[in-house]
């Protein structure tokens, strides 16, 4: 399932409170320069699909090749890992495609260090962190005058309040559901609703293991970390199990649905069969009687032989013992409240 | 989802055991002169469109920033956090509406300092607190010679203690559906039914954090909350566990009469088919013979050719067999216990 | 859901191995005189409507006024708390009324202390203390010879012994039910099958919690409990675990009879439109047969109309060929096993 | 549920490596010489309706009389007791009875000593410890030359042995319906698979509790069991998981054997249903066509009534139309894939 | 469930940095040479029926004779023991048949010791660890330099990448299933979803106890596994984590999908009970109407017996009539939503 043909591209910006550098490279070592200043580097990677670029990132930046694997490999579920003086934290970016009905997933790793936060995106589409960049760009923002660490919190915001968007969405797309549920319930309705239900998977496997691995990292006693940053992680570990939580109760809403999917459907075979069965009980009984009248007995062979067929009012009578049976049918019915 | 359109409404309570001052204040800044005496101070922020209130409450009493996004938060979850001096606690006040259906939930938090008490209250409706208001203003309640742990005892309580008009509330409407339910199954009992169960997952969503938050504060070694405090805040840990206790219970029973809805609907399918079934197999054979001797065979071509039709009592035997045939099929039934 | 409107009864026993006193009191005070002496005194407080008997036990032994509130509050859940130097402990009393349907609820509350005991009955219904009472009474009883402690065992292994008689009952309705269930399937047995899993839960609110309360007893160090007591409390713990297993079992097998509720209607159904499809499948081609040569072509305007009228051996022909159909039709519903 | 109706038998085996005595007592005094030896006295009890063997036993061994309780408690929960110097352990055992059919449960009590096991079984029947027996008899058995907590070991054991041929049968009896249930689906297979399950909770209530129990016993820190013993309880306990997971799993076959039963039964309904609607569907409209014309409208009152009567080839027409309807139903339902 | 029938075949391999030795011995005495020696061993030990084989390790290498029995129990969980200076695993290969339908399961146990690794395979088909002893054979593999807990890893690395293989395999069975779900409803899609079901009930069996053991492997302090290769363990553990997660996203699917299959079949029941229904309530009405004009009253008998016969246009005007009807009811249907 590795799909990264996409061309890499490597941004590297280079911030305190006073400067600011933003540039994009191709060679890795051009980040070198930046390695040893008491400023913050922001490397972000997009695209995976870069042997040569990591190893040379392992080179310059020392970063277990254990590390790497994780980093390249999409599949990896969101966690957190200290190794060689680096925070390492994987997490999943979801959002909708254009289409509005498909979720997209994106691997994203993050490796902290001193004084440097390198970012990997798988690149499928699109970047969440183009308002942090816009907000490092002015000058004065509060962020510019905070660590690798701060910048780390706020690409993470970024990522969770996506997640907010999604669950939203993913709720209106139940709520519509709702209305077609009861009105027109065919199984194209199932298929929407399986649809959605793994859209939660997808959404409640991202955001299980992520809350531990933010868990760990507002927890771990690495001194990258610095203790006014860990509040700001708590406070991002408090909203991932808010999605979390408002992803059971969607998954629950989405049980409850193919209960009423299931329901529906056979309340609505009951009213066929109430039409079939008035229809039938109505119109059988008549159809006996017309039948009966209808056999050919030889009426002069006998006086018992249908007499009733030559009584002058004898076919009045019978339409008349008809509407009887009719208007008791519908009494019946009435009474059993079928119509 | 934020919804802050009211205007924001602050009063101030000031009390010990010998004096009471309650008043409105437009400015944060009028509570100063209270920030600093030995008296309890109750500062009550209803409505949270008001940043520059926010702002004030920040410089005046050191609130941390994240407390205050806390604060605006009205999908904050109910939490516990010490931070810088203070105790914050997040809770949800759960209401029925004036039409008795809509369950509304409001966000309440509390900052607890030493000798102040802040709430802010989403303001969507009503407020619980009056109660409390009432015995603070009567000069001998014991309430007002304790500290402000204690009046967030009292808070606490009044908003517990509305949790549980709301579980009876939700119980009385599923008695009332239970009736309905054997009687009248139709798909707009299985939409109570539906709704009921969100309502349910409502409650357990501010029920069990709430629990957690509380069990901390108990449990929490801050200077704030005096020992003689603890023991009531493990009363209210009871009753919201109790609360818990009674919504799993409730969740239980709905999910039961699920089922019942279920199976009503399949017995009464089975009801109409045994209808359908009885009239059918009754008139089928009646219908059929009737055409049998409906049909124009020539009996003058052949004696073979339907004689009965001359028979004396051709007519009458045919009566005889028909009714045989109904008097077998009814015992038929009889015995099925279809009837 | 208060019901505390029989009258409260006092009864104090007070004994040693030697001395053995029972009275019936009416006012706490006359209590005061056991408080002090070495001997174990057990007063019984039966009913809960009493403010000032409450006033004055808090007097006399000191007993927390939450403590009193528990005691009072009717659905408070099983618990075990220490406090003041009392140990407090929380029970249900179950037991079916009268006529061997309804289960009966009772709160039953401890209060051990230093040499006493006092218990707070609901009062309901009738005593599952009286034979420990009894044996009180016998002077060479082993109990005689003990703390307040192991009479606070024997009345709680009074009251699980009572958990065990009901569980058996419901297991005997199970039992009842399974037998009809397959029979006469119809919505009564589902609202009884409803009624055994509310009783289920009753049963699990009482019992799970009292599971926790009788280990943190167990293993809590207060000295009112002695080394060789706590033993005995393991024991009756052991017994509650057995009755939580067991409604665990019940529980479980009630579930699967919904599912054979619901298979065995629907089996029904199958059966149903067994007979309807038969009756119909054999009955309508031989109307169609009849109704064919029932029709009116003038046979004289031309040879090709319906020759067969005027055949000697038509009539008998056609009776054949409906003979043939019968048995073709038999044949096939044997074949499907229908038949 | 006590039956304990069988005549109790004590048996003594008395050993060393090379000293070994076997023999039937019906004193317990007689076991008295062999107390205070370095040899390992193991003390069978079969049958438990004995008050006065648990007595004496009590005095000579000095068993504490709560764990006489457990032992003469048939519903006891396994589990494990250190009390007094001695091990006390619950277990169940487990067998088919003669007819294959019902699962047997038989209470076995242990109690290990410094130097003597007693065994305590209920005596429904048999005996698993026979081959233990018999390999103590034989002179050079490894097992000879180990303490008593080896041979409490060999026992559970060929107890735990026992779990594996009773899971193993009951995949055997899950296979069998499997086969039926597609094929025949009727309610009797229904109160087998309800039997399976029941048979399963007795497992799990068995397996479950003895897990924890023998974990408990592999963990202790008593003197009586010895650390080489240790690593041999944690081979039971491995081989006890290993049934639970068996369990567990046929736990969900059996589940899902159920949903396969109600869906093949509505799947045969959808069979049902569809012969009857093909049947109901040719024949209606050739019914109907043939009683249009079997009505009697007089063709010589005017040219427009039923003048087809009188066509030449009316009757072929006729005939025509109705093999074309036929032709166009059965392309019909092929269509649809209903034949 | 033991089934090594396959001849035995030790095959050992002798490696560092420098020097290699493959050879394939019959006598475990062969072994001996190298077991002094600093250099790796790995003995790999193919099919299991071999006591004389496994007693000679035991002499040779020290294992204890518990382990041997859990080396032999193909049916043993997967789980990590340290004993007597060794570290056993025991784990399960997965992998599809030749058939790609039928999954097979095999036993394989390590015992890691002081510079050896012996593995034990089951036997039952092919071999995962091929590529392993290929890099071991080409000279400069890394893997040459490193100590046998290295290549326990690789070993553990290359089962768990097969797991992935099997997951994989699963996920592409349900998609294609899910297409044949909604088309063709029939009760062998049942059927497959139930082995796709046990298959999954095999992985889970097989992962969960392995996430286990590879986390106590990783965690345990034994001198055997050095430092750096920690962290590839808990590389290991991430994998078999993440199929553990896919195997329960593969479930939680599996399960919808029985419902699906449940919906489905009676959203078609309802189809065919809507062309009954239709074509029932059609030609019910107008049979009626024909049987009515069959019936034979004496026309000539009273002006009042059934004149329409006689009327011009009496059979236009039935004719009419029941073209109103068919009209009216396809209208009644169109509004109904049923064509």
Redesign the interface.
């Known amino acids: 399932m590795k799909d990264n043909n996409k061309k890499t591209l490597i941004t590297v910006l280079d911030y305190d409170a006073n400067t600011f550098v933003e540039k994009t490279v191709t060679d890795v070592k051009d980040c070198l320069p930046y390695k040893d200043q008491p400023t913050v580097t922001w490397i972000n990677v997009d695209g995976l699909d870069c042997p040569e670029v990591m190893a040379k990132l392992n080179e310059v930046y020392c970063v277990?090749h254990?590390l790497i694997?994780?980093i390249l490999d999409i599949?990896?579920?969101p966690?957190m890992?200290e190794?060689d003086g680096h925070v390492f934290l994987a997490a999943k970016m979801l959002f909708y495609a254009a289409d509005g009905q498909t979720l997209l997933e994106e691997q994203v790793s993050f490796i902290l260090g001193n004084n440097f936060l390198i970012t990997f995106q798988q690149g499928v589409e699109g970047d969440v962190f183009e308002p942090v960049r816009q907000r490092l760009r002015v000058g004065r923002s509060r962020l510019r005058s905070h660590g690798a660490d701060h910048l780390l919190y706020e690409l993470l915001d970024a990522i969770t309040d996506k997640y907010f968007t999604v669950v939203d969405k993913v709720g209106e797309r139940l709520e519509k559901l709702d209305d077609v549920l009861?009105k027109?319930p065919?199984?194209s309705v199932?298929?929407k609703i399986?649809k959605i239900?793994?859209d939660l998977?997808v959404l409640r496997?991202s955001v299980w293991p992520l809350r531990d691995a933010i868990h760990s990292l507002a927890h771990s006693d690495t001194d990258l970390v610095h203790d006014e940053t860990r509040?700001?992680f708590?406070?991002i570990h408090?909203h991932v199990?808010?999605v979390a939580?408002t992803v059971e109760?969607l998954r629950?809403?989405t049980s409850?649905m193919?209960?009423?999917?299931?329901?529906?459907?056979?309340?609505?075979?009951?009213e066929?069969?109430?039409?079939?069965?008035i229809?039938?009980?109505v119109?059988?009984?008549?159809?006996?009687i017309?039948?009966?009248?209808?056999?050919?007995?030889?009426?002069s062979?006998?006086p018992?032989?249908?007499p009733?067929?030559?009584?002058?009012?004898?076919?009045?009578m019978?339409l008349g013992v008809m509407l009887c049976i009719v208007i008791g049918m519908l009494l019946f019915f009435k009474n059993k409240?079928?119509i």
Chains 1, 2, 3, 4, 5 share one sequence.
């Open positions: 277990h254990l694997e994780d599949d990896q579920r966690k890992v190794q009861l027109h065919d199984p199932l298929k399986g239900k793994k998977l496997r509040a700001y708590h406070s408090d199990i808010q939580d109760i629950d809403t409850g193919l209960d009423i999917y299931l329901s529906s459907v056979s309340y609505r075979l009951n066929v069969m109430k039409v079939l069965t229809i039938a009980t119109f059988m009984p008549l159809t006996f017309a039948g009966l009248y209808g056999m050919n007995f030889n009426t062979a006998s018992y032989n249908m009733e067929l030559t009584w002058p009012f004898g076919y009045v019978v409240k079928w």
